[in-house]
T-cell receptor
Framework: EDKVVQSPLSLVVHEGDTVTLNCSYE??????LLWYKQEKKAPTFLFMLTSSGIEKKSGRLSSILDKKELSSILNITATQTGDSAIYLC??????????????FGKGTLLTVNP | DGGITQSPKYLFRKEGQNVTLSCEQN?????MYWYRQDPGQGLRLIYYSQIVNDFQKGDIAEGYSVSREKKESFPLTVTSAQKNPTAFYLC???????????????FGNGTRLTVT
């Protein structure tokens, strides 16, 4: 059975801090890993990673995949209160090899205090 | 603007009643999904559909049913057989076309269902 584990499950920081969120996975036939940000309702797409060692960056957020370690990290530098959200990690491919099944981790709840 | 519309935002039902959650998309996506989110549980897949008139069970399909008669629409019915129906339900879509691992999901704003 495919598995995605995120850590920590929750994190409280002060504005300006840098945070690193972790995601590890066990999945048959790995294709990609996705990060989403969920503030109150709809998760919004952040990054899709397919190649090991290549950093994807968007403003203060960046992410990198390590296929050897079966993991990914999401970095947020100079955090702001608007970064407070649940960050979800997901990999496609369920039991039986379906690429349509996206398996999600439980998420990391990030709280940024002013 | 293209997107996914879920309705209603909040739904209250008595135990023993079936209820249907609406999901409509105008993104011209082939694939659509229903997820359930409980506090501390992440998102769990209920049903998904790759094309019209076809759908498959996800990890927690018991007590739920779906239909996919039109490309744009993928309604979810929560039946009285679902033991713990109170949750936040998210509908999503993706381009599909045989390479869903290459196309991120787009989510609706969710429906919060409370059953008492």
């Amino acid at each position: 059975e495919d598995k995605v584990v995120q850590s920590p499950l929750s994190l409280v920081v002060h504005e300006g801090d840098t945070v690193t969120l972790n995601c590890s996975y066990e999945v048959t036939n790995f294709r990609s890993l996705l990060w989403y940000k969920q503030e109150k309702k709809a998760p919004t797409f952040l990054f899709m990673l397919t190649s090991s060692g290549i950093e994807k960056k968007s403003g203060r957020l960046s992410s990198i995949l390590d296929k050897k370690e079966l993991s990914s990290i999401l970095n947020i530098t100079a955090t702001q209160t608007g970064d407070s959200a649940i960050y979800l990690c997901a990999v496609p491919g369920g039991g039986g090899g379906s690429n349509y099944k996206l398996t999600f981790g439980k998420g990391t709840l990030l709280t940024v205090n002013p | 603007d293209g997107g996914i519309t879920q309705s209603p935002k909040y739904l209250f039902r008595k135990e023993g009643q079936n209820v249907t959650l609406s999901c409509e998309q105008n993104l011209n996506h082939d694939a659509m999904y229903w997820y359930r989110q409980d506090p501390g549980q992440g998102l769990r897949l209920i049903y998904y559909s790759q094309i019209v008139n076809d759908f498959q069970k996800g990890d927690i399909a018991e007590g739920y049913s779906v239909s996919r008669e039109k490309k744009e629409s993928f309604p979810l019915t929560v039946t009285s057989a679902q033991k713990n129906p109170t949750a936040f339900y998210l509908c999503a879509s993706s381009i599909g076309g045989g390479m869903p691992y290459n196309s991120p999901l787009h989510f609706g704003n969710g429906t919060r269902l409370t059953v008492t």
